[in-house]
C-alpha cells in the first residue's frame, strides 16, 4: 500500500438538473494482479472515508464501492448488471439499485484512472445518472 494524489469528479444528473465536484485528495492505493484499493478521505466534516475496490475479471472490472462515516453505505457497479440492495439516507433506508453504464480502468502499480457511470433506482423509481473519474498519482 502506498500514498498518493487522487483528482476525483463526480457528475450527477437527475431529470434535467445536472451537478458536478471536484475533489483532490490525499489516499492509499494498492495494486495486486486481481484487484485495485483505493481509500482516501471524501468528506471531512462528515467523516466520510470512501473505499474503492476494483476487482479486475477477464474483460469486466466490478467495482465496489464502500463509504464509511456518519452513514456506513456499499454500492456495486459492474457494467450491464443491476445490483439491488439497502442504502441508507440519514435516519432512513431505502432499495437501491445500481445498473453499471461503463466501467473502465487503467490502473497499474504507478496509478492511473478509473471511469464508472451508472443509473440509480429507488425503490423501483428512476433516480440519477452519474459518472465518477478518478485519477491516482
Known sequence: MKSVNISLRTTQQVDDICET????????????????????????????????????????????????????????????????????????????????LCVSHNLTETGGSLFMQYALTMNGQDASKNTIELSIK
Not at 475479471?57 to 457497479?77: A, L, Q, S
Request: glycine content about 10%; overall charge positive; proline content about 5%.
Open 21 to 100: 465536484t471536484e475533489l483532490t485528495a490525499k489516499g492509499t492505493y494498492l495494486c495486486t494482479p486481481n484487484k485495485r484499493i483505493v481509500t482516501f478521505t471524501e468528506s471531512t466534516e462528515e467523516g466520510m472515508v470512501t473505499t474503492l475496490l476494483t476487482l479486475t475479471k477477464k474483460d469486466t472490472p466490478v467495482v465496489t464501492m464502500v463509504r464509511k462515516g456518519t452513514t456506513e453505505n456499499r454500492m456495486t457497479i459492474q457494467q450491464g448488471v443491476c445490483h439491488q440492495g439497502p442504502y441508507q439516507m440519514g435516519p432512513y433506508t431505502i432499495t437501491l439499485g445500481v445498473t453499471g
